[in-house]
């Protein structure tokens, strides 16, 4: 049996796309499932956690990543009392544009992902959305967040066994024959960006894999042989692209690898202008990987 969701939003509904036909506010009948919170992120979420615990509902709340620090103080709590919560946050990136820096999260899922006890997705699709979202509904033990992006993203092809392998929070997204000489590992709105500089370097002949990682904390509660058939220790050329802090990466790419990744805040830009400032280019990653290999 489906569980009853009771969704809410601070005042952004109409941005997070969190409304579905289903969706009835509370504001118009009291036996509905929707709660407009207005501007008030912390009490939202610690309302939502109350809701996981009371039972009943499994509650999904949602606003504007960079807006998760008001709700901080609830977000730790979810994990620390092992809430069934699952936390929508849009707008994930620089990618928001220009309402700059003081709306542009840089540095806020890596400490998402640094919570314990805190399960994190950032797709690149819809169909890694779906699987994010299919795992948060199965998870009973802790809160999950579902980092997604304004822009419009790329729909990637896969096979029937990288489909399956999404829910296992990291997976061969393109692969090569031979040697595998470099592994470009990406989430969310740069993992298009990847697959594309991977085409460009399989044209010069080179041997590139495409790592697409949407949960590093379910990727690495995999078992040792899965995780290093997707990252083998012997490929030391690495390179992780993602538009928010770069330090968190090193974990994945070694002291001898490189992070296409931020180390400032942002800037009021367009996005696309943004991406090109801060290196989220093709050309960039490119350079990056000749230098790896030279």
């Not at 992902?113 to 997705?121: E, G, L």
């Not at 509904?137 to 822009?151: M, V």
């Not at 990252?231 to 002291?255: C, F, M, Q, S």
């Not at 696309?272 to 960039?284: C, I």
Request: a negative charge; hydrophobic letters at 45%; proline letters at 4%.
């Amino acid at each position: 049996m489906l569980p009853e969701f009771l969704g809410g939003s601070a005042d952004l509904a109409p941005s997070n796309l969190t409304i579905w036909s289903k969706s009835a506010s509370i504001a118009d009948d009291p036996a509905g499932n929707y709660i407009h919170y207005g501007v008030r992120e912390f009490g939202m979420t610690a309302i939502g956690n109350g809701i996981a615990h009371h039972g009943g509902f499994v509650p999904y709340t949602a606003t504007f990543l960079m807006f998760f620090e008001y709700a901080r103080n609830a977000v730790r709590m979810a994990a620390l009392m092992k809430a069934r919560h699952i936390m929508v946050y849009t707008h994930d990136s620089i990618g928001l544009g220009e309402d700059g820096p003081t709306h542009q999260p840089v540095e806020q899922l890596a400490s998402l992902r640094m919570t314990p006890n805190m399960s994190n997705w950032r797709p690149c699709d819809q169909v890694e959305t779906m699987v994010a979202w299919k795992k948060a509904i199965e998870r009973h033990d802790g809160p999950t967040a579902l980092i997604l992006s304004r822009q419009k993203l790329a729909q990637q092809d896969r096979t029937a066994q990288q489909l399956a392998d999404i829910a296992r929070g990291g997976y061969v997204l393109k692969d090569c024959d031979g040697q595998l000489e470099l592994i470009l590992i990406a989430t969310g709105s740069e993992v298009e960006l990847a697959v594309a500089a991977y085409q460009k370097l399989k044209d010069e002949g080179l041997k590139v894999r495409v790592v697409s990682l949407p949960s590093t904390d379910v990727f690495d509660l995999q078992d040792e042989a899965y995780r290093e058939s997707v990252l083998p220790k012997a490929v030391t050329a690495r390179i992780a692209i993602e538009a928010g802090i770069a330090d968190y990466w090193y974990k994945y790419v070694g002291l001898n690898g490189l992070v296409i990744g931020m180390t400032t805040f942002g800037e009021s830009a367009p996005a696309e202008e943004l991406f090109k400032v801060f290196g989220f280019t093709v050309d960039n990653v490119l350079s990056k990987a000749r230098l790896l290999l030279k």
